[in-house]
Nanobody, 119 residues
Framework: QVELVESGGGLVQAGGSLRLSCAASGAAFSINIMHLGWYRQAPGKQRESVVSITSGGDITYADFVKDRFTISRDDAKKAIYLQMNSLEPGDTGVYYC???????????WGQGLQVTVSS
């Protein structure tokens, strides 16, 4: 069984930084055919895409995080990371990593991490 396990997150003051990690467990996870990304869900709002990275390394950031957040992937470790700098109170929410299998359309979600940015 494949799972995405997230770590990081927490409470930080505005202007601070956090780093989120997401690692896949299970030998069946073929990261080279996965589009990966991070989503977030603020209280009372729908889940939204923060950033995605294709298997080829193409990256798409949401406008609201450009130049502040950086995604990276380590295929050898079956992991992705989200470095978040210059955090704002509006970045508060639960952050989920996501993996989309481009061959069969299966989508996996991490368990979610709470990120709280205080003003």
């Amino acid at each position: 069984q494949v799972e995405l396990v997230e770590s990081g997150g927490g409470l930080v003051q505005a202007g601070g930084s956090l780093r989120l990690s997401c690692a896949a467990s299970g030998a069946a996870f073929s990261i080279n055919i996965m589009h990966l990304g991070w989503y977030r869900q603020a209280p009372g709002k729908q889940r939204e895409s923060v950033v995605s990275i294709t298997s080829g390394g193409d990256i798409t950031y949401a406008d609201f995080v450009k130049d502040r957040f950086t995604i990276s992937r380590d295929d050898a470790k079956k992991a992705i990371y989200l470095q978040m700098n210059s955090l704002e109170p509006g970045d508060t929410g639960v952050y989920y990593c996501n993996a989309l299998n481009m061959r069969n359309g299966e989508r996996l979600w991490g368990q979610g991490l709470q990120v709280t940015v205080s003003s």
